[in-house]
C-alpha cells in the first residue's frame, strides 16, 4: 500500500516522538524502531546505554540487547530536529501540568474588588468581641 512504511501503519514519515507508557517519558526515535502489532504500537530502545542520543541521530540498527518496549505515537516528523522541538514542547507542557496540578477556570481566578465612588475607606475596624465560658462539671 502507498504511503505506508513496514512499521505498520505509520506514514513514510523518517522520525516519530513516542510515549512509553510504561515510564510515561517521551523520545524521538527513527520510524523503523516502531512497530506494530496487533493494535498496539512498540519501540525498541537502547535502554541504560550512555550513547542513546548518538544512536537515535545516526539511525542505528536495533540489536538482540535492546528493549521492545509498549508506546504511543504522538507526532511523525520529516526531520530529526523537528521531532526534538515537538518532544522538548510535550515535556514541558508535562512539567508545567505537574507543578500545576489545581483545576484552573472560573474559581480559581482572582476577584476584582469593584468600589464604587462614594466608597469611604476611613471606617475603624470593628471592635473584637471576647467570648467568656463557664463550663462546670
Given at each position: 500500500?502507498?504511503?505506508?512504511?513496514e512499521?505498520?501503519?505509520?506514514?513514510?514519515?523518517?522520525?516519530?516522538?513516542?510515549?512509553?507508557?510504561a515510564?510515561?517519558?517521551?523520545?524521538?526515535?527513527?520510524?523503523?524502531?516502531?512497530?506494530k502489532?496487533?493494535?498496539?504500537?512498540?519501540?525498541?530502545?537502547?535502554?541504560?546505554?550512555?550513547?542513546?542520543?548518538?544512536?537515535?541521530?545516526?539511525?542505528y540498527?536495533?540489536?538482540?540487547?535492546?528493549?521492545?518496549?509498549?508506546?504511543?505515537?504522538?507526532?511523525?516528523?520529516?526531520?530529526y530536529?523537528?521531532?526534538?522541538?515537538?518532544?522538548?514542547?510535550?515535556?514541558?507542557?508535562?512539567?508545567?501540568?505537574?507543578?500545576?496540578?489545581?483545576?484552573l477556570?472560573?474559581?480559581?481566578r482572582?476577584?476584582?474588588?469593584?468600589?464604587?465612588?462614594?466608597?469611604?475607606?476611613?471606617?475603624?475596624?470593628?471592635?473584637?468581641?471576647?467570648?467568656?465560658?463557664?463550663?462546670?462539671k
Amino acid at each position: 500500500m502507498a504511503g505506508q512504511s513496514e512499521t505498520g501503519n505509520l506514514p513514510e514519515k523518517q522520525w516519530s516522538v513516542v510515549d512509553f507508557l510504561a515510564t510515561n517519558t517521551v523520545a524521538s526515535v527513527p520510524n523503523y524502531w516502531i512497530k506494530k502489532i496487533e493494535d498496539q504500537f512498540y519501540c525498541y530502545w537502547p535502554e541504560g546505554d550512555k550513547d542513546v542520543s548518538k544512536k537515535v541521530k545516526k539511525y542505528y540498527s536495533p540489536d538482540s540487547t535492546w528493549h521492545f518496549l509498549e508506546v504511543r505515537v504522538l507526532k511523525q516528523c520529516d526531520t530529526y530536529d523537528e521531532t526534538r522541538r515537538y518532544e522538548r514542547r510535550v515535556e514541558n507542557e508535562s512539567n508545567t501540568d505537574i507543578e500545576n496540578e489545581r483545576p484552573l477556570g472560573r474559581g480559581r481566578r482572582k476577584l476584582k474588588v469593584k468600589r464604587d465612588s462614594n466608597f469611604v475607606e476611613d471606617i475603624p475596624p470593628l471592635p473584637k468581641i471576647q467570648y467568656v465560658f463557664n463550663i462546670t462539671k
